[in-house]
């Protein structure tokens, strides 16, 4: 059963990013999204699982959209991204994915991690 998890880290602070919500959808081939769950990271800018584990995922196409603007709210920055979307398919589903998120005010970049 194919497991989701992300983790967000601020490289301008160089610390985890806590308490963003994120957001996971389901993106069917016609474009709608069903919502899937919302969560937000933890001290460690961790999101462990971000579906309940009797939930089962489908191979296909998904989204995490992650809600930065109230994080760099917290710290008085604006938003110049107020979220990002990340989408992203599942094509094994013995497999787990892992999505990292590397955060600054102006920038972010994404990876499949392990």
Known sequence: MSTVSTHILDTTRGLPA???KVDFFMVRADGKQTKISS????????VG???????????GTYKLKFNTESYFKT???QAFYPYIEV?????????????????SPYG???????
């Open 75 to 77: 710290m008085e920055i």
């Open 49 to 59: 699982a971000l579906i309940a584990q009797n939930i089962k995922l489908d191979k």
């Open 18 to 20: 806590t308490d963003v």
């Open 87 to 103: 989408v992203f398919n599942i094509f094994n589903l013995d497999q787990h994915y892992h999505i990292p998120l590397l955060l």
């Open 108 to 114: 972010f970049t994404t990876y499949r991690g392990s």
């Open 39 to 46: 969560n937000m990271t933890d001290i460690n800018g961790r």
